[in-house]
């Protein structure tokens, strides 16, 4: 399959799915709303801090705004466009990529792109709020921006894809693989300077919210080219890395021998 | 009446049986418990740099949040396990059975607690500790741990309710994220409510998340927050409160539940 394929069917499954969520319209919509309700929520508590606090080791009420937008936004396009990643572990462990190879279609691709979570709209959403009223990003900047988000979002999909990949070595790793992914969130929804030594290392390496939240929030806010290298150079090895893993799983993929419809 | 304790005692054993099983997420929960408490801890420091004007010391700061976690974290999500028997049917079973429906439940999630509680609140202790190098007064220990297994007591009373309402809704998700969001600003979850405006602590103490977090959690702070006298009256206000919506809300989808097939 040539790569202009593989963006095709891409699109066509990203398409599909949001046809799918958006036809149960009343779910959808609560969800939009409860995810951004609960965005706004945990950011009233840096608002009532900051009240208090005007400098946390150099770091404003507005740099938090935006690092939250930033994580919300990056958060949000992974699980509506690649919602499947939360659930690789299972039909790993389940044996239910046997209905995926049997398809003349990548299968992580495909594995990726059979879901979309319809409260990652509420995280893009309440981010692109978050971002637009921080006050730190300018019209000259928005390219910046873009590459950022898409930085992060793929950033978080390699991350999900190799954590839930562990289930090829290991078996049951679902509730592992989880809080694996949501520590990386938790991580990198506070301050970069709350951090240092040995978890900053890991913050930007085994686990690497650095490269979700702080250095696009650099990148933002005093752009240098050294600085968006790095981002997307970081952000490509972190893929690299997953599919590379995916693939090596895949060869230990042990068949459920399934037999079930598909679709 | 011996009978009956006796009947909800297996319930709860059974449960203590279940989670003594479930090690992978009490592990899992007892991690992210250390890493809050060291990411706060990190974040109380920065925050004293930065002058934060309360009368509360960073340290205490970390144990008050060390109290309110391991009461939520301690809780199970028992709402789902309801939610999950009334969609696939298996509720049906369990209402015949010759005991009460919400009793049991709740003898369940008491089982789960009293594996959870200890061991949490073990993990409580250490890191808090570790973070801070700083251990709080006797007293104050006296008064929250008994506090703090009767607020997650009635925290898991709760989530049997927002249970209940799946017979109603079908899907109680958005009643429980908007009960957690409440948690979180009206109980003071990570901030004393004290540091919060005084429209949101005014509306705070009339509901009953002061009682389960802030509450038992504020003995730790300098000053000593709520006396056991008056943490003692709120929760056994809101206790009955839970236990008479508990009883009403049941007996209304008890009386409207249809079954169908075998």
């Not at chain 2, 249970?163 to 899907?171: I, P, T």
Request: glycine content about 10%.
């Amino acid at each position: 399959m040539t790569g202009s394929n593989r963006m095709a069917f891409a699109r066509a499954l990203v398409a599909t799915n949001l046809k799918a969520t958006l036809a149960l319209r009343g779910a959808f919509v609560l969800q939009v709303a409860f995810m951004a309700l609960n965005n706004v929520t945990f950011f009233v508590f840096w608002w009532v801090l900051m009240r208090r606090v005007t400098t946390l080791r150099g770091w404003q009420l507005a740099d938090v705004q935006l690092l939250f937008g930033l994580v919300a936004v990056s958060f949000g396009l992974t699980v509506t466009i690649a919602g499947g990643v939360r659930h690789l572990g299972r039909l790993i462990e389940d044996g239910d990529l046997d209905t995926l190879l049997t398809q003349p279609r990548p299968v992580l691709v495909y594995a990726l792109g059979m879901r979309s979570q319809p409260s990652g709209a509420g995280d893009l959403l309440s981010g692109l709020v978050f971002i637009a009223t921080s006050g730190e990003v300018a019209w000259r900047t928005l390219p910046l921006l873009v590459v950022a988000l898409v930085a992060g979002a793929l950033v978080f999909l390699a991350c999900g894809i190799a954590f839930f990949s562990l289930a090829f070595w290991l078996g049951n790793v679902e509730t592992m693989a989880r809080q694996l992914w949501d520590l990386l969130i938790t991580f990198s929804l506070y301050p970069e300077p709350l951090f240092g030594g040995v978890l900053r290392l890991a913050l930007f390496t085994v686990l690497p919210a650095g490269f979700v939240g702080y250095l696009p929030v650099r990148v933002i806010q005093a752009p240098s080219v050294p600085a968006v290298c790095l981002l997307v150079l970081g952000a490509c090895t972190y893929l690299g890395l997953a599919v590379f893993m995916f693939e090596r799983g895949l060869r230990r993929y042990a068949s459920g021998s399934r037999f079930s419809t598909f679709g | 009446m011996m009978r009956l304790a006796a009947t909800y005692a297996a319930f709860s054993r059974v449960a203590i049986a279940r989670a003594g099983r479930e090690r992978g997420d009490l592990y899992g929960r007892i991690v992210f418990f250390a890493i809050i408490l060291g990411v706060f801890s990190s974040l109380w420091r920065a925050a004293a740099e930065g002058g934060l004007p309360t009368a509360t010391e960073p340290r205490a700061l970390v144990w008050y949040l060390a109290v309110t976690e391991w009461i939520v974290l301690s809780t199970p999500p028992i709402h789902l396990e309801i939610q999950e028997a009334i969609r696939a049917g298996d509720v049906v079973y369990r209402l015949g059975r010759p005991v009460s429906y919400v009793g049991a439940e709740l003898a369940g999630t008491f089982g789960v607690l009293a594996v959870r509680l200890p061991l949490l609140g073990l993990t409580a202790f250490l890191c808090a500790f570790a973070f801070t190098g700083w251990i709080p007064p006797a007293r104050a220990f006296a008064v929250v741990v008994p506090f703090g297994v009767a607020a997650a007591a009635l925290l898991a009373a709760l989530h049997v309710w927002i249970g209940l309402l799946a017979f109603w809704l079908h899907d109680v998700s958005p009643v429980y994220w908007v009960c957690q969001k409440l948690m979180f600003v009206l109980g003071g979850l990570m901030l004393p409510l004290e540091v919060y405006p005084a429209v949101i602590q005014r509306i705070a103490w009339l509901t009953p998340f002061p009682a389960l977090l802030a509450g038992p959690a504020s003995v730790m702070l300098a000053g000593g927050g709520a006396t056991p006298a008056a943490l003692a009256r709120d929760l056994a206000f809101w206790g009955g409160v839970t236990a008479a919506g508990l009883g009403w809300t049941f007996r209304r989808v008890a009386r409207n539940v249809t079954i169908n097939g075998g």
